[in-house]
C-alpha cells in the first residue's frame, strides 16, 4: 500500500464582501476535486477586514489576515468616479480596481514567510480579482499551478492527480 498523497492549496482573498463564504466555498471544492486518500492542506491569506466570529472550514490550516495600507487621499473621488455612467465610471472603475489589486499585491509581497508558505503549494487559487496580480506575482517563484477561481482550481488539482 502507497503512502497517502498529499496536496498543499494556497487560497489568497483580497477584498471580497463575504469572505468566509469565499474560503468555504473553496474548501469544499478542493477537498472535493483531491482522489480519495489523498490529503489535502489548505492556507488562506486574507487580505482586508474579516469579521472576529469567521472560523476556517475544516481541513483549513489558518486563515492569515493581512490589512492592506490605507487607501490614499483621493479614494473618495475615485469611488464616486467609479460609481457613474459612461466612460468616466469605466475608467473610474478600471483605475479603483487596478489600485486595489496594488494593495493586496504590496500587503502580501511585505510578509516574505506567506510568499515562502504560497510557494510550497502545488495550486495557489486567486479567489478574486483583486488577488490576481498578488498570485500572478508568484509566477517566477514557484512551479504551481497558479489560478484564478474554483474552476481552474479544480482543473489543476485534477491535472495533478493525473501526473
Not at 468616479?81 to 472603475?93: C, D, K, W
Not at 479603483?96 to 511585505?110: G, Y
Request: overall charge positive; charged content about 15%; aromatic content about 2%.
Amino acid at each position: 500500500m502507497s503512502a497517502p498523497h498529499q496536496l498543499r492549496v494556497g487560497i489568497l482573498v483580497g477584498q471580497v464582501s463575504h469572505p468566509q463564504a469565499v474560503i468555504d466555498d473553496l474548501w469544499h471544492r478542493a477537498t472535493g476535486a483531491a482522489p480519495a486518500g489523498w490529503q489535502v492542506q489548505v492556507e488562506v491569506v486574507h487580505v482586508g477586514t474579516r469579521p472576529d466570529s469567521a472560523q476556517p472550514a475544516g481541513g483549513v490550516q489558518g486563515i492569515v489576515q493581512l490589512q492592506p495600507p490605507t487607501p490614499f487621499r483621493g479614494s473618495a473621488r475615485l469611488s464616486a468616479l467609479a460609481g457613474g455612467q459612461g466612460p468616466a465610471g469605466v475608467v473610474g472603475r478600471l483605475v479603483r480596481d487596478n489600485l486595489e489589486s496594488r494593495r493586496v499585491a504590496v500587503t502580501l509581497a511585505r510578509r516574505k514567510d506567506l510568499v515562502a508558505s504560497l510557494r510550497g503549494s502545488a495550486v495557489v487559487v486567486a479567489a478574486d480579482p483583486s488577488a490576481d496580480r498578488a498570485v500572478w506575482q508568484l509566477r517566477k517563484l514557484t512551479g504551481a499551478h497558479l489560478v484564478h477561481g474554483p474552476a481552474a482550481m479544480v482543473h489543476a488539482i485534477k491535472v495533478l492527480s493525473d501526473s
